[in-house]
T-cell receptor, first 115, second 114 residues
Framework: AQKVTQAQTEISVVEKEDVTLDCVYE???????LFWYKQPPSGELVFLIR????DEQNEISGRYSWNFQKSTSSFNFTITASQVVDSAVYFC????????????WGAGTKLIIKP | EPEVTQTPSHQVTQMGQEVILRCVPI?????FYWYRQILGQKVEFLVS????????KSEIFDDQFSVERPDGSNFTLKIRSTKLEDSAMYFC????????????FGPGTRLTVT
């Protein structure tokens, strides 16, 4: 069974639209961490956010916001007023005690922002 | 800002050859990791390393793979006899500790096995 599911394989929107990337995770641990990474076309992995399981506060960083809901095991990522430079593959990842904190990755969502 | 570096950026090798991928983690970090990403696929964990020994490894990390921290700065991944299916992007990462801090990734080494 997938531990981290990113059901959206690819999303395409026009610049300035808002877009939400979904992430659903599965774990039996009570203590775990969730991450989002961005992989632009150049290939590197860029850390965006880490959230621990005890902190359900939503977070906003500029145009980026994250909605963590333990009740639905989801950690969704919203980009407001998208820009062409946001085009990338976005990965959600889980780190849990059971797996000795290795990162377990979702399949990624390819986001295309059209001008 | 400190960063993880990896060399080479691209390595081409023939099947059956040994390759060594090199990484320099962030200097005050204690935990080191290797991941790989086959083209167009998800990132997969290979191994984590702490206090000069492997702390966790995946089923991908078989006897063909080994890791080493030969000195105070480098962290290497060796593949003894490469196979075509080893072609992938290999990412090194480091973190201050496993629980609290994020893993910072290097730019990756693209390995092409022909």
């Amino acid at each position: 069974a997938q531990k981290v599911t990113q059901a959206q394989t690819e999303i395409s929107v026009v610049e300035k639209e808002d877009v939400t990337l979904d992430c659903v995770y599965e774990t039996r641990d009570t203590t775990y961490y969730l991450f989002w990474y961005k992989q632009p076309p150049s290939g590197e992995l860029v850390f965006l956010i880490r959230r621990n399981s005890f902190d359900e506060q939503n977070e906003i960083s500029g145009r980026y916001s994250w909605n963590f809901q333990k009740s639905t095991s989801s950690f969704n990522f919203t980009i407001t007023a998208s820009q062409v430079v946001d085009s990338a593959v976005y990965f959600c990842a889980l780190s849990e005690t059971d797996s000795n904190y290795q990162l377990i990755w979702g399949a990624g969502t390819k986001l295309i922002i059209k001008p | 800002e400190p960063e993880v570096t990896q060399t080479p950026s691209h390595q081409v090798t023939q099947m059956g050859q040994e390759v060594i991928l090199r990484c320099v983690p962030i200097s005050n970090h204690l935990y080191f990791y290797w991941y790989r990403q086959i083209l167009g696929q998800k990132v997969e964990f290979l191994v984590s390393f702490y206090n000069n020994e492997i702390s966790e490894k995946s089923e991908i990390f078989d006897d063909q793979f080994s890791v080493e921290r030969p000195d105070g700065s480098n962290f290497t991944l060796k593949i003894r006899s490469t196979k075509l299916e080893d072609s992938a992007m290999y990412f090194c990462a480091s973190s201050e500790n496993t629980q609290l801090t994020e893993q910072y990734f290097g730019p990756g080494t693209r390995l092409t096995v022909t």
